[in-house]
């Protein structure tokens, strides 16, 4: 079975200072994954898929598969970025279940 | 304006009771799914749904039943067996092409279902 690890519950740090937001998943075939967020008040949404390559506010991540590692990264921290991060990995690649197994969440405060 | 509406926002239910959340999305997505979000546990998968009149059940199902009869609608009904029903429920949906890759998920704002 899969599962999704983000070892911190809580991560603070001040205003322009780098963050990585840590996620170790266990699952013997090719996974896919995702980063959502879910700011205070809003829904959850997606932030970024590793199979899309892409950066969204700054966000980047990097799958890892020695590793077993899907971490989020950005270089220079917002406050507006504060918010609670989910990491999700989707066992089947091949594209005929996409139901997704999540982490228990990383609280992100970022300080001025 | 496109979206999947959840419904109600807050629920209150007496032991003992049934009570169903409604989850409606008009993105004319294949895939619907329910989950529990728990302080603490992250969301947990109580079923989903890729086609209509099929379902399949998640990882915490027990105490819980669904329905598909239309593409735009996956309701969720909180039986009296749930035994511990108070959290807050997601629904999302997405796209689902056999073979492709997942897109990824819209979900919808919640219903925050307390037992009194």
């Known amino acids: 079975a899969q599962r999704v690890t983000q070892p911190e519950k809580l991560l603070s740090v001040f205003k322009g200072a780098p963050v990585e937001l840590k996620c170790n998943y266990s699952?013997?075939?090719?996974?896919?994954l995702f980063w959502y967020v879910q700011y205070s008040r809003q829904r959850l949404q997606l932030l970024l898929r590793?199979?899309s390559r892409e950066s969204i506010k700054g966000f980047t991540a990097d799958l890892n598969k020695g590793e077993t590692s899907f971490h989020l990264k950005k270089p220079f921290a917002q406050e507006e970025d504060s918010a609670m991060y989910y990491c999700?990995?989707?066992?089947?690649?091949?594209?005929?279940?996409?139901?997704?197994?999540f982490g228990k969440g990383t609280l992100l405060t970022v300080n001025p | 304006d496109g979206g999947i509406t959840q419904s109600p926002k807050y629920l209150f239910r007496k032991e003992g009771q049934n009570v169903t959340l409604s989850c409606e999305q008009n993105l004319n997505h294949d895939a619907m799914y329910w989950y529990r979000q728990d302080p603490g546990q992250g969301l947990r998968l109580i079923y989903y749904?890729?086609?209509?009149?099929?379902?399949q059940k998640g990882d915490i199902a027990e105490g819980y039943s669904v329905s598909r009869e239309k593409k735009e609608s996956f309701p969720l009904t909180v039986t009296s067996a749930q035994k511990n029903p108070t959290a807050f429920y997601l629904c999302?949906?997405?796209?689902?092409?056999?073979?492709?890759?997942?897109?990824?998920?819209?979900f919808g704002s919640g219903t925050r279902l307390t037992v009194v």
């Open positions: 590793h199979i």
């Open positions: 699952y013997s075939g090719s996974p896919e």
């Open positions: 999700a990995l989707s066992a089947d690649s091949g594209g005929s279940n996409y139901k997704l197994t």
């Open positions: 999302a949906s997405s796209i689902f092409r056999t073979g492709e890759s997942n897109y990824g998920y819209t």
């Open positions: 749904s890729q086609i209509v009149n099929d379902f």
